[in-house]
C-alpha cells in the first residue's frame, strides 16, 4: 500500500492540511514557473521552499530517494538531449569532436531542468502527504464526478488483484509452453494469449462487482454524504482565495508582457 | 474469412449512452475493471511504457470504448493510476490521462471498425508531442512522428485483431449488457 | 414484514429455458429458510428474485410477482428494496465495493449513497461493527484481511442499511471450515434477534441445525417445502430426493445402522449432532 498510493501516513503540517489548499498551492508553483521569467527562480523555489516543505511533512527520506530514482535521469536526459540538439546561440564553450556545447543551451537546459524538478518535486510532496481518499473527496465537493471518483479510486484497489490474476494466466500458458521471459518481442508474442484470458474472465466478475455494487444503493439518486470529515478552516479559505487571485494576476502580467 | 464485412459498421439501432455521468453500477465496475488491465499491462511491460521515449503495450486497450463507451473512463482511471504508480511526472499523469479519455471518447464515437484505432493515433501524437515539447523541450514534429508510428502498430496492428475477435464473440452484450 | 411470491416464472434473456417455473412460496417474518438443490438450478435466480434484481438488474421475461411486505418488488426501485432486502454472495472480494480503503469506510458505503447524515453513519455503523464482533477490525485495510474477514465486512455492509430479510447466496462456499462456522453462528444469531434469513447452502448439516423450513429446488420448481426433520422423518420420505440433496451425514449413519440391525428408529432420524448424541445415549 505504501509503494502504491505514494501515500505516507503521518502527522504533520502538512499533512493536516485541506487537500485543495495543497493543490492550490501547486497550482500557483506552477503558474509561477512559467510566468516569472528569472533564470534562477525554480530552482530557488526548490530550495528555499520545497525542500523544507518536505521537511516540514516528515517526508524527507521518501521524497529524496524518489527524486534521486527519478527526477535526475529526467533532467539528465533533458540536459543531454538539448546540449546534442540545441539550435540557434553562439557560444560555444567547449568542444570535442562534433560535440559543440553552448552556452545558450546549458542555460536553456538549467531552466527547462529546474524547472522540470519543481514540478515533479511538489507534486511528489502532495502525493506523499495526501490521502487519496481525501483527494477524492474535496475535488467531489468542487464538482468533480463521484461515479468517476469511484473509477479511479477502485482501478487503484483492484491493480493487485488482476496483476495477480494476470501472473497465474501467465503461469498457465508458460506450463502449456509459450514463453514469457526474455526479450521485448518474446513478452509481446505472450500478450494476446494473456488479454483475451484476461479480459473474459473478469467480465463475469464485472456482473457481481455490480450486483454487490447495487446491494449497497449505487444507483440511489439521492444526495450522497461522505464519512470522511476533511477539514478544513477559515484562514485556509482565505488563503486559497489570495493565491488564486495571486496566480489570476501572474497570468495577466505574462500575458501584457508577451503583448507589449 | 477473418475479416467478414457483415460486422464493421456499428449496430445503429443500440443506441450507446454509457458515457454519461452518472455511470450505472454494470458500466462503472467495467470501467474499473478495464482500468485495472490497462495499468496491469502499462506495469508488466515497464519500462518501456514509461519515459519520453513510450511503447505503450496497454493502448491495445484504447479499442474497446469502440464496443461500450464506458470503458473510456475506465481507460482514463487506468492510465491516472498507471502513471501514479510509475511514478512519472504529473503531466503525464494529468494530461496522459486527459488524452487517453479524450481519445477513447472520440474512439466511441467512430461509425466502423477501421476508424476506431485512429482517435488515440492523433489524439496522443499531437497531443502529448505539445506538452512533451513545452516542458522538456523535444522537438515537436519528431514526437509527432515517433508517437504516431509507436500508436499506429499497437492500435491497428494489435488492437484491430482483438476488436474483431470481442465483437465476434459479441464480448460485452452477452456477458453483461442484454 | 414477509414475502409473498406469486406464480412467478423467469428466464434469462436469451435463454430458452426457464430459470423458475411457477414459484409459489410465502415466506414469514423471523423465518429460516434454508435452500438447497444441485447446481445451476435456479438458487440463485431466486435469491435474485427475493431480493428485487429480478426484475430490476436481470431483464428477462417474467410473468408473475413477488411481493416485500405487499408491495410490488417491480413497482419499487432497487435503492428502496434493498434497504428491505439485502443480499451476500460467495466471493468475499468482488463483494467489496473498490472505493474505499479501511473496514469502516467500506461498512458506511451503502449509508453514504443513500444521504444518510455523517453522525447517524457513525453510530450505525460502530453499532454493526459491536454486532458483528469485528468491532476491532475497523481501521484495518480491507485488502489485507481474510476472506472470512472480507465476508463478515459484506454482511455488516449490507446489515448497517437494517434490511429485515437477509438473503445469502452460498455465503461459506469460498471459505475455509473456521470461517464458515463463524457465518453460520452469526447467522443464527441475526435469526435470533428476528431477521428473516433465506440462505443458499451445500452444508446440509449446517443448514438443518437451525433452518426452520427446507427449499429444495431443481429444474427451477420448488420440489419440496418442510421443516427439516419431517423431511428425514423416514427414508421413504426422503430417498426421492437423494438425487438432488444429500442428507445430514447422521441420518446417513443411523438408517445404515438401522439396515444392519444395530439401531431402532423410534422417532424418527437424528439430523444434528445433539439429537444423534441423545440417540446413542445409555
Known amino acids: 500500500m505504501k509503494y502504491r498510493t505514494l501515500f505516507i501516513s503521518k502527522d504533520s503540517p502538512i499533512h493536516r492540511l485541506n487537500p485543495l489548499t495543497k493543490l492550490t498551492v501547486l497550482g500557483f508553483i506552477i503558474v509561477s514557473l512559467y510566468t516569472i521569467n528569472w533564470i534562477h ?149 505472450s500478450l494476446i494469449p494473456l488479454i483475451t484470458p484476461l479480459l473474459f474472465s473478469s467480465i463475469s466478475e464485472v456482473e457481481q462487482r455490480a450486483l454487490a455494487l447495487e446491494v449497497r444503493a449505487f444507483s440511489s439518486p439521492y444526495p450522497k454524504t461522505s464519512i470522511l470529515k476533511i477539514k478544513d478552516s477559515l484562514p485556509q479559505k482565505i488563503f486559497r482565495i489570495t493565491t488564486l487571485l495571486l496566480c489570476l494576476i501572474l497570468i495577466i502580467y505574462k500575458f501584457y508582457l508577451v503583448i507589449f | 474469412m477473418f475479416f467478414k464485412k457483415a460486422n464493421n459498421k456499428r449496430d445503429k439501432n443500440k443506441k450507446d449512452d454509457s458515457f454519461k455521468l452518472p455511470l450505472s453500477a454494470k458500466d462503472a465496475a467495467l470501467a474499473s475493471i478495464v482500468g485495472a488491465i490497462y495499468a496491469v499491462l502499462t506495469m508488466g ?87 512533451l515539447h513545452l516542458i522538456f523541450g523535444l522537438p515537436y514534429f519528431l514526437n509527432v512522428l515517433y508517437i504516431g508510428i509507436s500508436e499506429t502498430i499497437i492500435c491497428y496492428v494489435l488492437g484491430i485483431p482483438l476488436l474483431y475477435f470481442l465483437k465476434k464473440q459479441n464480448f460485452l452484450e452477452e456477458y453483461i449488457f442484454k | 414484514m414477509c414475502i409473498k411470491i406469486r406464480n412467478l416464472t423467469y428466464s434469462y434473456p436469451g435463454a430458452k429455458k426457464e430459470a423458475l417455473k411457477n414459484i409459489n412460496i410465502d415466506i414469514f417474518d423471523g423465518q ?5 438443490g444441485r447446481n445451476l438450478t435456479g438458487k440463485s435466480t431466486l435469491c435474485y428474485a ?41 466471493n468475499p472480494f468482488n463483494q467489496l465495493s473498490g472505493e474505499k480503503f479501511t473496514v469502516f469506510e467500506e461498512v458506511a458505503f451503502g449509508l453514504e449513497n443513500l444521504g444518510v ?73 441475526l435469526n435470533r434477534e428476528g431477521i428473516t434469513i433465506i440462505i443458499v447452502e451445500h452444508k446440509i448439516e449446517e443448514i438443518v441445525e437451525f433452518a426452520d423450513r427446507i427449499l429444495l429446488i431443481e429444474d427451477g420448481e420448488i420440489l419440496l417445502d418442510e421443516s427439516p426433520h419431517e423431511i428425514f422423518k423416514s427414508l421413504k420420505k426422503y430417498e426421492n430426493y437423494i438425487k438432488y440433496m444429500r442428507p445430514p451425514c447422521y441420518v446417513e449413519l443411523t438408517q445404515k445402522m438401522e439396515e444392519e440391525g444395530l439401531w431402532e428408529k423410534t422417532n424418527g432420524y437424528p439430523i444434528t449432532f445433539d439429537q444423534a448424541k441423545k440417540e446413542f445415549e445409555v
Open chain 1, 41 to 189: 527562480f525554480p530552482i530557488l523555489l526548490f530550495f528555499i521552499i520545497i525542500f523544507p516543505i518536505a521537511f516540514l511533512g516528515r517526508v524527507f527520506k521518501e521524497f529524496f530517494k524518489i527524486i534521486l530514482k527519478v527526477g535526475l535521469p529526467l533532467i539528465l536526459f533533458v540536459f543531454i538531449f538539448q546540449i546534442i540538439f540545441f539550435t540557434g546561440g553562439e557560444k560555444v564553450i567547449w568542444e570535442f569532436s562534433v560535440v559543440k556545447i553552448k552556452l545558450e543551451a546549458i542555460m536553456f537546459s538549467y531552466l527547462l531542468g529546474s524547472r522540470i524538478l519543481v514540478i515533479i518535486s511538489s507534486f511528489l510532496i502532495f502525493l506523499l502527504t495526501t490521502n487519496p481518499g481525501h483527494i477524492m473527496n474535496s475535488l467531489i465537493s468542487i464538482g468533480f464526478p463521484r461515479t468517476i471518483s469511484y473509477v479511479i479510486l477502485s482501478t487503484l484497489n483492484i491493480f493487485p488483484y488482476i496483476q495477480s490474476k494476470a501472473n497465474s494466466i501467465l503461469d498457465a500458458q508458460k506450463s502449456r509452453g509459450l514463453e514469457v521471459e526474455g526479450n521485448i518481442f518474446i513478452k509481446i508474442k
Open chain 2, 45 to 131: 511491460f515497464a519500462p518501456i511504457s514509461f519515459g519520453p521515449i513510450q511503447f505503450r503495450i496497454a493502448e491495445i486497450l484504447t479499442v474497446l470504448p469502440f464496443l461500450r463507451a464506458s470503458t473510456a473512463w475506465g481507460l482514463f482511471a487506468g492510465c491516472l493510476v498507471a502513471n501514479i504508480i510509475g511514478g512519472l511526472g504529473p503531466w503525464d499523469i494529468i494530461l496522459g490521462s486527459l488524452c487517453t479519455l479524450i481519445a477513447a471518447y472520440l474512439t466511441s464515437k467512430m461509425p466502423n471498425i477501421w476508424l476506431a484505432p485512429l482517435p488515440p493515433i492523433v489524439v496522443n501524437a499531437f497531443g502529448v508531442s505539445s506538452y
Open chain 3, 32 to 36: 429460516l429458510c434454508g435452500v438447497l
Open chain 3, 50 to 90: 427475493l431480493t428485487g434484481f429480478i426484475p430490476h438488474f436481470f431483464k428477462g421475461s417474467i410473468k408473475g410477482k413477488v411481493l416485500i411486505d405487499n408491495l410490488d418488488t417491480a413497482n419499487l426501485p432497487l435503492h428502496k428494496i434493498v434497504t428491505k432486502a439485502g443480499l451476500v454472495l460467495q
Open chain 3, 117 to 189: 447524515s455523517r453522525n447517524e453513519m457513525i453510530a450505525r455503523v460502530k453499532e454493526i461493527l459491536r454486532k458483528i464482533k469485528i468491532y476491532d477490525l475497523k481501521d484495518r485495510s480491507l485488502y489485507h484481511l481474510s476472506g472470512g474477514q472480507q465476508q463478515l465486512v459484506s454482511i455488516a455492509s449490507v446489515l448497517v442499511m437494517k434490511p429485515n430479510i437477509l438473503v445469502l447466496d452460498e455465503p461459506t462456499s469460498q471459505l475455509d471450515p473456521i470461517n464458515s462456522k463463524l457465518i453460520f453462528s452469526l447467522v443464527k444469531e
